[in-house]
Each structure stands twice: as structure tokens, then as C-alpha cells.
């Protein structure tokens, strides 16, 4: 229980800070993956987006999810792919 109180806690904070980055289209596109996927993140997906969110600019991730620049190594992710995969879907449709 513990566990997965801390989780839906991170949930939570993720929804939050997805959707106040500074940039508007980041928040736009970053929180709108995290809001439409967000119960099914597990505990290993937030986590990669919680260090994505702590170790970058909002602009690098913007230029990352659209494509417009290349992921570093260390930021590509199972959870970094779906992100893009969002994106670009949300793009064609």
C-alpha cells in the first residue's frame, strides 16, 4: 500500500510539473501524454520521465519529443519513445 501510495503521489507531481514546464507547446504536448497515459505508468516510466524533467530544459525536451533534435543516449528511454510516438501520432491525426 505504501508503495503504491508513493506512486500515484509521483503520478500526481508528474501531471503537475508536465503541465507547468515554461513552454506552453511542452506543456501542451508533454502533459498531454502524461494525462492521457498517466494510470498506466508504472514506477520505472515515472521515473525516467521524473530524471527527464529534472535534468533538462523544457525547450531541449520540446526539441526532443517533436523530433527537431536528437535524444541524448541517456534519455532514451521505453517511456521517451512513447512520449515521441504521442507526439507524432497527435501530429498525423
Request: aromatic letters at 6%; proline letters at 4%; hydrophobic letters at 35%.
Amino acid at each position: 500500500m505504501n508503495t503504491m501510495h508513493n506512486l500515484d503521489t509521483r503520478r500526481q507531481r508528474l501531471r503537475f510539473r508536465t503541465s507547468h514546464t515554461g513552454t506552453r507547446e511542452t506543456d501542451i504536448l508533454f502533459g498531454g501524454f502524461v494525462e492521457a497515459r498517466l494510470d498506466r505508468l508504472d514506477e520505472a516510466r515515472v521515473g525516467e520521465l521524473e530524471r527527464l524533467l529534472a535534468t533538462n530544459d523544457d525547450r531541449d525536451i520540446l526539441d526532443w519529443i517533436t523530433e527537431r533534435a536528437p535524444v541524448p543516449p541517456e534519455f532514451s528511454t521505453p517511456a521517451m519513445s512513447a512520449l515521441i510516438a504521442y507526439v507524432r501520432d497527435r501530429h498525423q491525426g
